[in-house]
């Protein structure tokens, strides 16, 4: 028996079951559904890639996984050098793992002991945002804001080890102000809030807080594990603003094998590079780097270059905003478009209640939650299919 994520049991409907599953659409036995969820925001190139299936052949002929302990092997070292030149500035070093949430405990984990590791034991906060969500483990629950997860604030009370802020400069330099001796770090979702709610929020604030950052000697850490490969419009928010430690996941491997990394610049790296081994990062997840993955990773990369993804997400985003211009109704609070996310924020999420079955009938997969519908479709998605996902976002609500 299937014991389904973020769902009470005793009252869940029966989920789809999906019996094949191609480019943009998954497929029951009696519908074919335009995912526009793209599987938690992963499949960027649609299912069933003939590329990256071959990729992922090919490297089965040799071995689907070796451990990283004591071992290494030519798919992780080729998907580290390649996001070593791909990504931006000097962050080269890539500590691989098997998902968002370890990569983010790994980021924070880092920031911790490169602090320790200088003697500096009293920085043990950590600054957050507000509506923040970085994952479902128990640091990154701590670190969140996310009310899925308030049942752990009643078990142990708010954490001392971490403040949360607006993403409002203001409230952002008073907490600078105020806790900049006991901060490691700084973790933002940069620009999109996903599981937050698809908030949106200006470039501006990680201008201003890189500058702390460096005012203050604390590290800065973007989790693009949601954002990152395109999913707002730039290709890494991080080439915009450079990060201390940049976490990735999700559209890492296309979709395809949960796979995660943090990867860290010189400045962190060398916190860590010395002849005293109670300096080194004392972590290793059974499957960090597992070959498939990394062969996975590696060709969505290739095509995420060689195909032009960046005009694809823009193409996207501008059908997006010409569709949705002019659309209103009261019961809507806010429509928010960044790249290739648009969210529809209604007042009351009652107002929600059966769209999954209302889309479902119209030959889309939707799961809106709380008071947010929400389409991050995939990137290969033709103008009629996304026009059609739009579309039954609008009928929704001028049919009721
Ligand atoms: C999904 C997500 C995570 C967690 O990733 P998992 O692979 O589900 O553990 C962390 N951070 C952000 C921003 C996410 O969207």
Same mark, same amino acid.
């Given at each position: 028996?299937?014991?389904?994520?973020?769902?009470?049991?005793?009252?869940?409907?029966?989920?789809?079951?999906?019996?094949?599953?191609?480019?943009?659409?998954?497929?029951?036995?009696?519908?074919?559904?335009?995912?526009?969820?793209?599987?938690?925001?992963?499949?960027?190139?649609?299912?069933?890639?003939?590329?990256?299936?071959?990729?992922?052949?090919?490297?089965?002929?040799?071995?689907?996984?070796?451990?990283?302990?004591?071992?290494?092997?030519?798919?992780?070292?080729?998907?580290?050098?390649?996001?070593?030149?791909?990504?931006?500035?000097?962050?080269?070093?890539?500590?691989?793992?098997?998902?968002?949430?370890?990569?983010?405990?790994?980021?924070?984990?880092?920031?911790?002991?490169?602090?320790?590791?200088?003697?500096?034991?009293?920085?043990?906060?950590?600054?957050?945002?507000?509506?923040?969500? @970085?994952?479902? /483990?128990?640091?990154?629950?701590?670190?969140?804001?996310? %009310?899925? &997860? *308030?049942?752990? !604030? $009643?078990?142990?009370?708010?954490?001392?080890?971490?403040? @949360?802020?607006? /993403?409002?400069?203001?409230?952002?330099?008073?907490?600078? %102000?105020? &806790? *900049?001796?006991? !901060? $490691?770090?700084?973790?933002?979702?940069?620009?999109?809030?996903?599981?937050?709610?698809?908030?949106?929020?200006?470039?501006?604030?990680?201008?201003?807080?890189?500058?702390?950052?460096?005012?203050?000697?604390?590290?800065?850490?973007?989790?693009?594990?949601?954002?990152?490969?395109?999913?707002?419009?730039?290709?890494?928010?991080?080439?915009?603003?450079?990060?201390?430690?940049?976490?990735?996941?999700?559209?890492?491997?296309?979709?395809?094998?949960?796979?995660?990394?943090?990867?860290?610049?010189?400045?962190?790296?060398?916190?860590?590079?010395?002849?005293?081994?109670?300096?080194?990062?004392?972590?290793?997840?059974?499957?960090?780097?597992?070959?498939?993955?990394?062969?996975?990773?590696?060709?969505?990369?290739?095509?995420?270059?060689?195909?032009?993804?960046?005009?694809?997400?823009?193409?996207?985003?501008?059908?997006?905003?010409?569709?949705?211009?002019?659309?209103?109704?009261?019961?809507?609070?806010?429509?928010?478009?960044?790249?290739?996310?648009?969210?529809?924020?209604?007042?009351?999420?009652?107002?929600?209640?059966?769209?999954?079955?209302?889309?479902?009938?119209?030959?889309?997969?939707?799961?809106?939650?709380?008071?947010?519908?929400?389409?991050?479709?995939?990137?290969?998605?033709?103008?009629?299919?996304?026009?059609?996902?739009?579309?039954?976002?609008?009928?929704?609500?001028?049919?009721?």
């Amino acid at each position: 028996m299937i014991w389904y994520p973020y769902e009470q049991m005793k009252t869940m409907k029966t989920p789809y079951k999906i019996e094949d599953a191609q480019g943009v659409y998954l497929y029951t036995k009696d519908q074919k559904l335009i995912d526009s969820v793209s599987s938690w925001w992963s499949v960027i190139h649609g299912y069933k890639h003939p590329e990256l299936n071959n990729a992922i052949e090919e490297q089965l002929k040799k071995f689907s996984h070796v451990m990283l302990g004591g071992l290494t092997h030519e798919a992780a070292q080729k998907l580290s050098d390649k996001l070593q030149s791909w990504l931006p500035g000097d962050l080269d070093y890539c500590f691989f793992s098997d998902s968002g949430s370890v990569a983010v405990e790994v980021a924070l984990k880092m920031a911790l002991q490169y602090y320790m590791n200088r003697g500096e034991n009293q920085r043990t906060m950590v600054l957050a945002l507000e509506r923040a969500y @970085h994952g479902d /483990t128990f640091k990154t629950m701590e670190i969140g804001d996310d %009310e899925d &997860y *308030h049942f752990v !604030l $009643n078990a142990y009370g708010k954490s001392k080890h971490v403040v @949360h802020i607006p /993403t409002e400069i203001p409230a952002l330099e008073e907490a600078f %102000e105020k &806790y *900049h001796e006991q !901060l $490691n770090c700084f973790i933002v979702e940069p620009l999109l809030q996903g599981a937050g709610g698809m908030q949106m929020y200006d470039i501006s604030f990680l201008k201003r807080a890189r500058q702390l950052c460096d005012q203050y000697g604390i590290l800065l850490i973007f989790d693009e594990v949601a954002t990152g490969f395109g999913r707002t419009g730039n290709r890494f928010v991080a080439d915009l603003v450079l990060p201390d430690i940049l976490v990735l996941g999700k559209a890492l491997t296309g979709g395809y094998i949960g796979h995660a990394v943090t990867v860290a610049n010189h400045k962190v790296y060398e916190g860590f590079y010395d002849e005293d081994p109670t300096h080194a990062l004392m972590h290793g997840p059974t499957f960090m780097g597992n070959a498939l993955a990394c062969s996975a990773a590696l060709k969505s990369i290739e095509l995420f270059e060689t195909q032009d993804y960046m005009s694809k997400i823009k193409q996207i985003a501008e059908i997006t905003r010409r569709e949705m211009e002019g659309f209103a109704d009261p019961r809507i609070k806010e429509i928010r478009i960044m790249g290739g996310c648009v969210c529809l924020e209604v007042y009351d999420p009652a107002v929600l209640q059966g769209y999954q079955a209302f889309a479902y009938e119209r030959g889309v997969f939707s799961r809106p939650f709380l008071s947010y519908l929400y389409a991050m479709v995939p990137y290969i998605i033709r103008e009629e299919e996304l026009i059609r996902v739009l579309d039954t976002m609008k009928e929704w609500f001028r049919t009721r």
